[in-house]
């Protein structure tokens, strides 16, 4: 039996579901700049969730919204000189190109908050008629959190609510803001409302709603008191998932902190193996904490796996007899899967499989070792790993780094840390500055330096 954590309760739940097809929600990408490596780590969460949901048997309908109206977008478009429109296509291009390239699934939906503002207007007038929101001095309208304080079960038991944003006029002269008509005058809706109606627009009920942890609050919750105000008891989400962040010396990784780490430069130096492996190397719901010396650790795990599945036959059918023998592998992948999505824990699990592997090669029993390695694969497969076959992968990695520039990037380093230790700092920084030409940054840790190409 399935358990998830539900943020909701706070506590492991049975997931139990009495539809034909599971509904899932997420909360997908504000498209103002490139997706990092905290995207793909949401993302790749919710990829495993549904493979095995669909491995289980079981039918979904998967919608991953896209925010593509934010005043960062707004500017962005602006400074650029391309029209609002252009600009999101283009970030919505290099979004599907990054999460195509580590390997996601496509969902069934991909709704934009732009195709529903007559839909955001209609519900803003609900809700004012409801005294749920007022027009400000200003010409906002705002969404009247005290109206509905003791009238609904929110989200988080938090004091410190706030009214915030459903329709943000435009007032600005110069015209940067990109505006749309509405009874209150030319404007855009705010964050919360979009998800709210795009939801409601495709589920009558919700299974699974999920994103980021750092959406729960305000974002999820404010999206619940909406949706509560104007479906009532229609408005139903069973499970909801939050993702832990990703930290780098412990802060959250994002534009505004200058260490986005973004999913197309590390694709230019890791596999999307090595980058996926690497983010589900903790607990889905703890945060991870990023470093190059991790993800060179998770490429040695990704090849050593790789290196067991050498010269096996991984095209062979097993058989019922086979099937009984292998149940065990079965039992622990389920067991940990159950346990509300263990990685880490399946990760041990491929290693013992492994070990088993290799010792069988080692006694010359690539029939039974070939067995263990389908049943790896199939298992690795549902968490969104070993796609590649393992002759294509050896031979593609060559190409897919090029091994000389690593290897000048490594010497260079060598020169800069000797000239440091030396105190020869007008070397140091030469050498620094060659690296920079060269898009190169480096990261000076205690005993080391990691670089990496941004």
């Known amino acids: 039996m399935l358990k998830i954590y539900n943020t909701f309760s706070g506590k492991k739940e049975k997931?139990?579901?009495?539809?034909?097809?599971?509904?899932?929600?997420?909360?997908?990408?504000?498209?103002?700049?490139?997706?990092?490596?905290?995207?793909?780590?949401?993302?790749?969460?919710?990829?495993?969730?549904?493979?095995?949901?669909?491995?289980?048997?079981?039918?979904?309908?998967?919608?991953?919204?896209?925010?593509?109206?934010?005043?960062?977008?707004?500017?962005?478009?602006?400074?650029?000189?391309?029209?609002?429109?252009?600009?999101?296509?283009?970030?919505?291009?290099n979004m599907n190109n990054d999460f195509r390239n580590i390997g996601l699934l496509k969902p069934d939906y991909e709704p934009r908050v732009s195709n529903y503002i007559k839909d955001i207007i209609i519900s803003i007038e609900i809700l004012i008629k409801k005294k749920n929101a007022f027009i400000s001095k200003n010409g906002d309208v705002i969404f009247n959190i005290n109206n509905i304080r003791n009238n609904i079960n929110i989200f988080l038991k938090k004091n410190n609510y706030n009214n915030f944003v459903l329709w943000k006029l435009n007032i600005n002269s110069k015209n940067i803001y990109l505006g749309w008509d509405s009874p209150w005058g030319k404007g855009r809706p705010g964050w919360h409302i979009g998800c709210s109606i795009m939801s409601n627009k495709y589920f009558n009920s919700i299974d699974i709603h999920g994103g980021g942890?750092?959406?729960?609050?305000?974002?999820?919750?404010?999206?619940?008191?909406?949706?509560?105000?104007?479906?009532?008891?229609?408005y139903f989400v069973k499970y909801w998932l939050h993702t832990g962040m990703v930290l780098k010396n412990n802060k959250k990784l994002s534009k505004s902190n200058n260490n986005n780490f973004l999913i197309k430069n590390l694709l230019k130096i890791y596999k999307p193996d090595v980058i996926k492996y690497f983010i589900m190397s903790v607990h889905y719901r703890k945060n991870l904490f990023f470093s190059f010396s991790k993800l060179k650790q998770s490429e040695l795990s990704i090849k050593k796996i790789y290196s067991s599945l050498r010269d096996l036959n991984l095209n062979i059918i097993l058989s019922n007899k086979d099937l009984i023998y292998?149940?065990?592998?079965?039992?622990?992948?389920?067991?940990?899967?159950?346990?509300?999505?263990?990685?880490?824990?399946?990760?041990?699990?491929?290693?013992?499989?492994?070990?088993?592997?290799?010792?069988?090669?080692?006694?010359?029993?690539?029939?039974?070792?070939?067995?263990?390695?389908?049943?790896?694969?199939?298992?690795?497969?549902?968490?969104?790993?070993?796609?590649?076959?393992?002759?294509?992968?050896?031979?593609?990695?060559?190409?897919?780094?090029?091994?000389?520039?690593?290897?000048?990037?490594?010497?260079?380093?060598?020169?800069?840390?000797?000239?440091?230790?030396?105190?020869?700092?007008?070397?140091?920084?030469?050498i620094r500055k060659k690296l920079l030409k060269l898009n190169i940054f480096l990261q000076d840790n205690l005993n080391f330096t990691d670089w990496y190409i941004n």
């Open 213 to 234: 942890i750092d959406l729960l609050f305000p974002h999820h919750n404010n999206e619940y008191i909406i949706s509560k105000c104007l479906f009532g008891r229609k």
């Open 326 to 430: 292998l149940k065990k592998f079965d039992y622990y992948f389920s067991l940990f899967m159950n346990d509300d999505f263990n990685i880490p824990k399946i990760y041990k699990l491929f290693f013992l499989m492994v070990h088993k592997i290799n010792k069988l090669k080692f006694n010359n029993n690539y029939l039974l070792a070939s067995k263990i390695g389908v049943k790896l694969k199939i298992f690795a497969n549902i968490i969104g790993l070993f796609n590649d076959n393992n002759i294509n992968f050896f031979n593609s990695y060559s190409k897919y780094k090029d091994f000389v520039f690593i290897k000048r990037i490594n010497y260079l380093i060598y020169l800069r840390n000797k000239a440091r230790n030396l105190k020869k700092w007008n070397v140091a920084d030469w």
């Open 15 to 93: 997931f139990i579901i009495n539809s034909k097809k599971i509904n899932i929600y997420v909360c997908g990408v504000t498209v103002s700049d490139y997706c990092h490596i905290g995207h793909a780590r949401t993302f790749c969460f919710f990829d495993i969730l549904l493979r095995y949901l669909i491995y289980l048997g079981n039918k979904c309908c998967y919608i991953r919204n896209i925010t593509d109206l934010s005043d960062n977008i707004i500017h962005r478009s602006y400074k650029k000189n391309i029209c609002l429109k252009k600009f999101s296509n283009i970030m919505i291009n």
